[in-house]
């Protein structure tokens, strides 16, 4: 066959993929600050935040049904790294085979269900603490001490119970129960899985995780990462110093979405030849339905940092806890020093602990306390949001109050 053939598909460059958003953002500056927006605003009841049953139809078709998303690849990089997924329903362990393969398994051991594994060490063997028994890692029982006591059982029946899991452009899918189903990660993130390669999520390295509470529900935090319409109020000494209020991109993928804020740097732009554009690598803040932001966002001296944070409802509908990573981006470079990407993690979780989170317990708070008939408005430059609402309540199967 020739060259001519076998040539891959035309497809733009992540650098021409983000020379065509900042197109968009400049234009938006150019007009004076303008936002992508959706056709028109749109109001919900309260309970959409407040409402046990909601709240639990969501527990029970988002978090227990769809693919969540466990972790980055690098974070179980080798034969025997574990990466353990507690946030919602059953304890899960995940854990790379000889051959290079994920398994993922209910935390529990088949003996008397003790959890088996409790820190993401690398093994050999999966030993459980409680009387030793032990699982390869395809989850076989390998070894039990004293067998002869459990000699009418057959061993093959006690490996360890699967998870459905999978793995794709750097990313580690688990669903929240037993099944023995590989996930198609790429069906799942549909356009939005091209976008996702861009990050190279494949060439990370872990930086660090930190856990937040809030008193609030967790779609009223998710809120907070989908709309830049309150940076100049809500963090005048912060973000909103780098980061221009109300100019958003925004791009949805089926329930997935992108948006893209403005660093106040763009206004420098307006009117410049596009030739003499600084080059910045992809970024964005990616919604990968129903709880994880997946953004990119450039570091000082180059490269990028890679954010990820997950949130998950807690045990009342105004409680949620979010996971927030950070990663060393395949593109960072090597004298650019991990402390330099901590010290970001530390801040942004301090801005959105005291900022953002803090604003959200106050408002969920006067959401359980609204008048009757109050009714909540999301602009048409909270589009993102819009987005998020829609899909969920039809994934619950109940549509929006
Ligand atoms: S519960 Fe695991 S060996 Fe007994
Ligand atoms: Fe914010």
Known sequence: ????????????????????????????????????????????SPSEYTDPVRFEAEKRELFGKAPLLAGLSCEVANPGDVLLFDSVGPAILIVRNREGALNAFLNMCTHRAARLVSDCARRKLLVCPFHAWSFDLDGRLVAMPGEDSFETIDRTTRNLVRVPVGEWGGMVFVKAYA??????????????????????????????????????????????????????????????????????????????????????????????????????????SHLVFPNSIVYGAPMEGGGSMIGMYRLYPGDVPGRSFTIMSTYRGADAPAGTPDAAFEGAHDYIEEVVRTEDYSVSKEGQRNLQHAPEGFRIVYGRNEIALQNTHRHVARMIGMPLD
């Open 1 to 44: 066959m020739s060259d001519t053939l076998e040539a891959p598909a035309q497809q733009d460059s992540d650098a021409e993929a983000m020379r065509r958003l900042e197109r968009r953002t400049v234009a938006h500056l150019a007009a004076g600050g303008t936002t992508d927006w959706g056709p028109a605003p749109l109001t919900i």
């Open 179 to 284: 099944g023995e189903e590989t996930i198609d990660v790429a069906a799942w993130l549909g356009e939005m899985g091209p976008e996702l390669l861009r990050l190279n999520l494949a060439g990370t390295s872990l930086i660090k995780h930190s856990r937040v509470e809030v008193e609030t529900n967790w779609k009223y935090a998710l809120d907070t990462y989908g709309e830049g319409y309150h940076f100049g109020a809500l963090h005048p000494t912060t973000f909103g110093t780098t980061t221009c209020s109300n100019v958003i991109l925004f791009d949805s993928f089926g329930p997935h979405y992108r948006v893209n804020f403005t660093n106040s740097g763009y206004r420098d732009l307006v009117g410049v030849d596009e030739q003499d554009w600084p080059v910045t690598p992809y970024g964005g």
